[in-house]
T-cell receptor, first 114, second 114 residues
Framework: DAKTTQPPSMDCAEGRAANLPCNHSTISGNEYVYWYRQIHSQGPQYIIHGLKNNETNEMASLIITEDRKSSTLILPHATLRDTAVYYCIVRVLNYGGATNKLIFGTGTLLAVQP | DGGITQSPKYLFRKEGQNVTLSCEQNLNHDAMYWYRQDPGQGLRLIYYSQIVNDFQKGDIAEGYSVSREKKESFPLTVTSAQKNPTAFYLC?????????????FGPGTRLTVL
């Protein structure tokens, strides 16, 4: 699975959009971009994933560049409850092997300020 | 409500004792996973199971055992052979066999060896 690079920490004012970047310059054509977040002492929460098109759901938007070497997770109106570590994961689905495991890096600690 | 439950939330064990962590899901997912998370680190895969009565070792299976007698349940036993068992344990589940198999996590069990 491709390696990802994220800033270790970011701040965001409550009510503003939070834009979390992720670089994955070695991504291959069949690898998806996944985002999870982990609030302190809780299990990771799935947010969104995509292949090459931009995606939006009730939680966030995912913007993937045309060359797929980077992406941005957007939380449109951040609240204090969005304070968490956000993980960007790039992975390919291989049937029948342990490669279905998720490889979490160190992520970005997003601190939403009141 | 559909989801994954883990119990107990906190668990204390004396050295030399085996302990079993519970994981139950009612999402009708085929696959289930156990991960371990140490402070400030990512997740590491312990075991996973694609179907009932079958399971595979992950990256750090030594000192752990699992069973999968029912689709809904995937208990993890931490044995006395595990040298450093104090950690946050996370169970996840997913559909198996699709191009994207989003994994959903339980709330976790924090195990402390005294």
């Amino acid at each position: 699975d491709a390696k990802t690079t994220q800033p270790p920490s970011m701040d965001c004012a409550e009510g503003r959009a939070a834009n979390l970047p992720c670089n994955h310059s070695t991504i291959s054509g069949n690898e998806y971009v996944y985002w999870y977040r982990q609030i302190h002492s809780q299990g990771p929460q799935y947010i969104i994933h995509g292949l090459k098109n931009n995606e939006t759901n009730e939680m966030a938007s995912l913007i993937i560049t045309e060359d797929r070497k980077s992406s941005t997770l957007i939380l449109p109106h951040a609240t204090l409850r969005d304070t968490a570590v956000y993980y960007c994961i790039v992975r390919v689905l291989n049937y029948g092997g342990a490669t279905n495991k998720l490889i979490f890096g160190t992520g970005t600690l997003l601190a939403v300020q009141p | 409500d559909g989801g994954i439950t883990q119990s107990p939330k906190y668990l204390f064990r004396k050295e030399g004792q085996n302990v079993t962590l519970s994981c139950e899901q009612n999402l009708n997912h085929d696959a289930m996973y156990w991960y371990r998370q140490d402070p400030g680190q990512g997740l590491r895969l312990i075991y996973y199971s694609q179907i009932v009565n079958d399971f595979q070792k992950g990256d750090i299976a030594e000192g752990y055992s699992v069973s999968r007698e029912k689709k809904e349940s995937f208990p993890l036993t931490v044995t006395s052979a595990q040298k450093n068992p104090t950690a946050f344990y996370l169970c996840a589940s997913s559909i198996w066999g699709r191009r994207t198999d989003t994994q959903y996590f339980g709330p976790g069990t924090r195990l402390t060896v005294l």
